[in-house]
Nanobody
Framework: QVQLVESGGGSVQAGGSLRLSCAAS????????MGWFRQAPGKEREVVAS????????YYADSVMGRFTISQDNAKNTVYLRMNSLKPEDTAMYYC????????????????????WGQGTQVTVSS
């Protein structure tokens, strides 16, 4: 079993920045993909970014490209999501998740592909 715990959410004004953290513990998932997702009220959960934890490849949704950066600290078993130039439309509950990479790359895939999830951290951006 893999446990994921997110932190770092909060309330900021438009144009501000936040860094979300996702700490992993328990059974490690080798050759895995880490993903950040978000879900706003009344909307489906959408993928924001994903990371190949072995080879470092990263992928971003068009809506966050150039503003968000996914990264990892292997020593801390932690994945981060740095969010700059935040917009009101970035307001959502943010979740991290992990899945086995298998034969493919860690490209952006739907939430249903992921096996383990954190509890989420709220990000609110005011105009």
């Amino acid at each position: 079993q893999v446990q994921l715990v997110e932190s770092g959410g909060g309330s900021v004004q438009a144009g501000g920045s936040l860094r979300l953290s996702c700490a992993a513990s328990g059974d490690t998932v080798s050759n895995n993909c880490m993903g950040w997702f978000r879900q706003a009220p009344g909307k489906e959960r959408e993928v924001v970014a994903s990371l190949d934890t072995d080879y470092g490849g990263s992928y971003y949704a068009d809506s966050v490209m150039g503003r968000f950066t996914i990264s990892q600290d292997n020593a801390k078993n932690t994945v981060y999501l740095r969010m700059n130039s935040l917009k009101p439309e970035d307001t959502a509950m943010y979740y991290c998740a992990t899945r086995a990479r298998g034969e493919g790359m860690c490209v952006l895939v739907p939430a249903s592909w992921y096996n383990y999830w954190g509890q989420g951290t709220q990000v609110t951006v005011s105009s």
